[in-house]
């Protein structure tokens, strides 16, 4: 199992910027791809970025051109850039090894965007 906790969350205006991280412990392994999910109240998690272990990136439609994932091998740690925020960001953001094989889930980080 990997732990995870992440952080950097908070309550942020329309266009403004946070920037979340994610440290990982226990059974880590950098050969894993890792990803960023969030969910919003009353809707399902849904997968908005991941990122390999070679640094590759993907995202979801919705954040594309403004969320930014990396990644620090030796640190073992995942971060979300996150620019241009709109209110349908609000959600709880977590991450996760892809594929997730199982591994538990942290307690997310709050990200909230007022209009």
């Known amino acids: 199992q990997v732990q995870l906790e992440e952080s950097g969350g908070g309550l942020v205006q329309a266009g403004g910027s946070l920037r979340l991280s994610c440290a990982a412990s226990?059974?880590?392994?950098?050969?894993?791809?890792m990803g960023w999910y969030r969910q919003a109240p009353g809707k399902q998690r849904e997968l908005v970025a991941t990122i390999s272990s070679g640094g590759g990136a993907n995202y979801a439609d919705s954040v594309k051109g403004r969320f930014t994932i990396s990644r620090d091998n030796a640190k073992n740690t995942v971060n979300l850039q996150m620019n241009s925020l709109k209110p349908e960001d609000t959600a709880v953001y977590y991450c996760?090894?892809?594929?997730?094989?199982?591994?538990?889930w942290g307690q997310g980080t709050q990200v909230t965007v007022s209009s």
């Open positions: 996760n090894r892809i594929p997730r094989g199982g591994n538990g």
């Open positions: 226990g059974h880590t392994d950098s050969t894993n791809a």
